[in-house]
Structures are given as structure tokens and as C-alpha cells.
């Protein structure tokens, strides 16, 4: 089965809401809500290119994708639905604009306009925010971003509210438009 315009991705789970805790499996969410999109599974594998243009992911990548892929929600009248990517239990037809990167050989590459950005810690004594706001190192990154010079490990400042958190392997990172990517510190004391 392929499509004419997106891609066919798998996931076995739809949601990473649970953790071992001795042994046993604890559900931290169950709950289908505007707020369940932190426990929504944000990566699979494509199964299935488009069939209209060519692109730099392939068969058998992963990828990352937006919440809304795979999560579930109710509707008006209360009933339980499928998101509109829903194909079959496991597999889900993804626009090309719902894909943020990509993973070959064990390594991730962003797609043209996105970037990934771990959070700072804030070490101040003073503040009361973990991280500081507006910074990050730039653990993944693209092309255009290379051209300028931005290179992964470096520390970059970005926009307000242009972050939008992942959980990727195990990392708290942020999700940012590379054009949102405001500044490129020399060093991390320099981002104090």
C-alpha cells in the first residue's frame, strides 16, 4: 500500500504512558484529553514513501512526528475517535509537514526547518527555574543551520514560545523552527 502524497508510518504503541517501578508496570496517564499529548508516542517507522515526490527519508527510518499522529480524542457527542492519520491499528498516513526528523545508522538528522535543542540547566542560586529560559545546546540539527555556521553542541538562544518538548531517547529536548533560532553563543558562560 503506498500513498500519493504522505508517507505510511508503524507504531506498535500509540502512547508512552507507563514506567517500571519494581518490577511491575505503572500507567501514568489514562486519561484521552488536551492534556494526554505529553504521554503520545512521537516516533515510528515508515513503511510506505509517498508516491508523488522524492524525499531524503527512506524506507525503514525512523522518524520523528507530531502528537497528533497517533493520539486518540472525543469528540462532541463524547465517542472515542482515531486521529485523522488513522489507517489501522498500527499503521498511519503522515503529511510530509508532520515529520521532524529522521534516524539512519543510529543517527538522528532534522529536516530542513527544524532543529532540536537540550535545555540548560539554571544555576543560580536565586532563581527558582530549573532551566534557563530561552537557551539550549543544540543536539540536532539540519543543513541550513550548518551553512550558518551552527554546529551541534553549540549553545543557542531562541524565541519565546517557540519550543516544543520531546522526550527522545530518553532526553528532554526541545523542538524549534530553525528560524527561531536567534543567537549562537561563543560559550555556555558567555549564555549566562
Known sequence: MRSLY?????????????????DKELILNTEISERDYMYT??????????IMFDSEIKKEDEVILHHNVFRRWI???????????????????????????????????CLSGYCFVKPI??????????????????VYSNDALSSLGVSIGDVVGFTPDSEYEFNIEGQKLYRV??????IKYESKEESN
Open 121 to 138: 540547566s539554571n544555576e543560580s542560586k536565586w532563581s527558582v527555574l530549573k532551566e534557563k529560559q530561552l537557551h539550549g545546546e543544540l
Open 41 to 50: 508516542n512521537r516516533i515510528g517507522k515508515v513503511i510506505s514513501l509517498p
Open 177 to 182: 523552527l530553525s528560524n527561531q533560532i536567534t
Open 75 to 109: 469528540d462532541i457527542y463524547g465517542k472515542e475517535k482515531n486521529s485523522s492519520s488513522f489507517v489501522n491499528e498500527n499503521q498511519f498516513l503522515v503529511a510530509p509537514d508532520q515529520i521532524y526528523a529522521y534516524k539512519r545508522n543510529g543517527n538522528w538528522k
Open 6 to 22: 504522505n508517507y505510511i508510518i508503524y507504531s506498535e504503541n500509540r502512547y508512552n504512558n507507563s514506567t517500571t517501578v519494581e
